[in-house]
């Protein structure tokens, strides 16, 4: 078969699995699990692939798991992922009510997306006609979040990093992948567009700043005591003074929460906990708001007369997509979209831990549609589940076929021009610079 034999039976065949892949992504939809929690969901995504006939590793990250197709061929190895965690948005009407978790970043549609491909892909017979090698991956905990329970995990010895593709490369899972591809839905439609073959997304770190006062009565001696409450605000309001001094190119972000404010109203708060983060396009750029960051923490501590400890922790990579791979998924997007449906590259300041894929390998990190409502907000819904999961897994499919047909010309061309920033090596060496506690006293 030549390449365009092999897209037209794809295509077809994606058409007929289209109720299993639409019920695929309603099943996870309604039991949404965050990250490293993913128990149910990495058991319907396991079975799902088992079902295909493939060989299937299960809890590759604490969570996750991994089917492998076409073992026996000696070509490069393409690896098609989907996350499987949720956020939370106690607010959205299709929240678990006990825990607040709700699929409303489309995760249950990229593993929809991811299984609907290899779906496909097999039960066409395309597969065994490809030159190459195909991993499925259901990656856990994309989503940075819960850190008080990554942490304890931490500490029990089940992971080494927050992020499951930061987790992942730690475990070696990567060594023998030649290139990474998946779909990330955004509401583009509302710019007039139905999908992009490329994003920008910032880099950036995850900040614990735990403030230590001296607890005295609010209002009978509030002289005797120092405000930890106070301080946190202060390094807020000190962060905020910094915006000038960064650069536009830079898309510098920097947000916090207070996790913990004080115990009683009428007690000076001596012990606040204060989460942060801070983002930005490049390494370098976001090593230098950081440092100005702590500076301000630093600060708030030495004018109130307290102490603060700062654990920084790396998050996620600037993502740098493979223009190479974002060609190949352009030409297959341009079969079930005119060419101004599509963005050519749609910048975002949002992070995603395909960013740490993309500094030792080629990535493909489409932008698809078919949703409305922010991201992460009680507003996101399905609006098309053919833009959102069918035309995806087409799109993703025919772009497949592409880098493994032909003896794999297409993988060839990709690793021919794409340049690594570093090594897998020296990129966990880089994620554990990042890691660092700092202890500021007056």
Known sequence: MDKEQMKQLVIAQVDKDREAILALGKEIYQHPETGYREVRTTETLAKALEGLGLPVDRDIAVTGCRAYANQDKSGPKVAVMGELDSVVCHNHPDCDPSTGAVHACGHNIQVSVM???????????????????????AVPAEEYIEL????????EGKLRFYAGKAELTYRGAYDDVDMCMMA???????????????NTGNGFIGKKTHFLGRQAHAGAAPWDGINALNMATLAITAMNTQRETFKEKDCVRIHQIINRGGDIVNAVPDDVELETTVRARSLPALKDANDKVNRSIRAAAIALGGEATVEDSPGQMPLAADKTMAAFFKENALRFYPEEKILPCMESTASFDMGDLSLFMPVLHCITSGIEGGLHSKDYRIIDVEDAF????????????????????????VQKNYTPQMTRKEYIDTLISLEKTYHYKD
Do not use: W
């Open 184 to 198: 990330h839905n955004f509401p583009i439609e509302a710019d007039g567009y139905k999908c992009s073959p490329m």
């Open 148 to 155: 008080d329970y990554r942490k304890s995990l931490r500490d």
């Open 115 to 137: 299984y609907g491909v290899a779906s496909a892909l097999i039960h066409s017979g395309v597969m065994k006609e490809l030159d190459g090698r195909v991993d499925f991956m």
């Open 390 to 413: 069918i035309t995806p897994v087409k799109m993703l499919a025919c772009t497949l076929i592409d880098l493994l047909a032909d003896g794999a010309a297409g993988a060839a061309e």
